[in-house]
């Protein structure tokens, strides 16, 4: 018993270009963007209000929101009181922050032991409830972390609770490295669904070793229709070693699809905003549905 429909939200101006090494000029950026939403994308994650020191790429935060398409949800992350404040001068009116399980990953991410990030974002989440934003907070490492190691479930599930009662109102589970497995993802997301049933909860799966169109198969089954993913398979965290791109939305949306599942994304129009991208990124585009588009 598959849901009659699931959420696409696409991180692909976010998570699938925060790694690039040489800047992605900030018209192609936006572009990209544009046609993303001509694809029928609702909800998206467009860029992010960290350090220009830490991840030069996303410098331009400011100017990719000013250009933000009308009619979709517009997510920019920030990680701190000053990302929070440089996202209050701005339109925008969602915000992700983001956190990691694991404690060492999240002092390499963002400087801060994880209870220390907690910390600081709670009175953040609550202002930004009052100021009327949609929040969404980022749960890093929730399967595995590049240098602890198997997170224990239990840890994830707090940390998620934890985040679901400061007040966001969803929650993007990411298995950030790509490790996890479906019996995994599985249990991680009945678990999160039967205990937190009053907040959104997004699966965000990396494709490293390949497991996350299973994964996201398992993650249905688990009740959870909302999936993060990136057109091109674009991304990676710079802070986290060996971590690869995003599962790809194309792959996604075909799946999905296929089963029945409606997304609302069209996969041709969607190929043209890879098209648009392709160009100004460091690693050619070998996702399934991309390579093989328009051959029976
Ligand atoms: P820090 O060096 O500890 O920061 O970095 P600080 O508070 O000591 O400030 C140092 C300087 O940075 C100061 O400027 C601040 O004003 C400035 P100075 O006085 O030296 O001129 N600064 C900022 N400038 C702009 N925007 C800001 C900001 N904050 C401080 N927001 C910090 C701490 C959090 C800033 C840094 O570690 C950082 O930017 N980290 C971001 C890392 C990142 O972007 N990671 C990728 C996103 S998370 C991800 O990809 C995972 C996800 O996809 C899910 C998954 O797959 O797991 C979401
Ligand atoms: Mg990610």
Request: with cysteine; proline share 5%; net charge negative.
């Amino acid at each position: 018993n598959l849901p009659k429909k699931a959420t696409i939200i696409e991180v692909g101006p976010r998570d699938g270009l925060q790694n690039e090494q040489k800047f992605v000029d900030t018209e192609v950026k936006k572009e990209f963007i544009r046609q993303l939403a001509s694809s029928g994308i609702k909800e998206m994650e467009i860029t992010s209000f960290v350090s220009p020191k830490w991840v030069p790429q996303m410098r331009d935060a400011a100017e990719i929101v000013h250009a933000s398409p009308a009619g979709v949800r517009n997510i920019v992350l920030a990680p701190n009181r000053r990302g929070i404040d440089r996202v209050l001068e701005t339109s925008s009116k969602a915000v992700a922050v983001f956190v990691g399980v694991s404690n060492t990953f999240n002092k390499k991410n963002i400087n801060k032991s994880t209870e220390e990030s907690l910390k600081e974002l709670k009175p953040i989440i609550s202002e930004l409830k009052e100021k009327d934003f949609f929040v969404r907070a980022c749960i890093s490492t929730a399967f595995y972390c590049p240098y602890e190691g198997k997170v224990v479930e239990s840890d994830t599930i707090s940390l998620c609770r934890e985040f679901a009662e400061a007040g966001a109102d969803e929650l993007s589970v990411a298995d950030t490295i790509g490790m996890a497995v479906p019996t995994e993802s599985f249990s991680l997301f009945s678990k999160l669904k039967k205990e937190l049933p009053g907040t959104l909860i997004a699966a965000h799966f990396h494709d490293t070793r390949k497991t996350a169109l299973a994964n996201i198969f398992s993650a249905l089954q688990a009740g959870i229709d909302r999936f993060d993913t990136s057109a091109g398979g674009l991304g990676g965290c710079p802070f986290a070693p060996g971590a690869t791109g995003n599962v790809a939305t194309e792959d996604v949306v075909y799946m999905l699809e296929r089963m029945g599942v409606e997304t609302g994304v069209d996969l041709d129009e969607l190929k043209k905003a890879i098209d648009l991208v392709a160009p100004a990124v460091s690693r050619p585009i070998t996702t399934g549905y991309y390579q093989l588009s328009g051959k029976p």
